[in-house]
């Protein structure tokens, strides 16, 4: 009995609360295409100053490309890894 009474309040609240008339589907669209748009285009903005107002570009690219070169690793191999003895209480 509860549940049916619940139910009865709560689409009585929702009648006399909710906008009549209205497509909240389409509205709920239309928000999320305008946020997704103002998204975009703040990430853009942001990116686009970052640009501009580096002039170390050319520097950084040259220096990341001359640490991606670095192979000194294969000078120096890892040390060979040896299996944990195992503990007494298992032997």
């Known amino acids: 009995m509860f549940v049916v009474r619940a139910a009865f309040w709560l689409t009585v609240g929702f009648l006399l ?9 389409a509205t ?5 295409d305008q946020a997704v748009d103002a998204g975009i285009k703040a990430g853009q903005e942001l ?12 520097d950084l690219l040259v220096s ?10 294969l000078a120096h191999p890892v040390a060979t890894v040896l299996p944990r003895p195992r503990p007494a209480a298992l032997s």
Not at 28 to 32: C, F, H, I
Not at 64 to 73: F, I, K, P, Q
Request: proline share 6%; net charge positive.
């Open 17 to 25: 609360v909710a906008p009549h008339g209205t497509d909240f589907g």
């Open 64 to 73: 990341v490309a001359r640490t991606s070169l670095d192979t000194t690793y």
């Open 47 to 58: 990116i686009v100053s970052q640009i501009t107002t580096s002039n170390r570009l050319p």
């Open 28 to 32: 709920a669209t239309a928000l999320k």
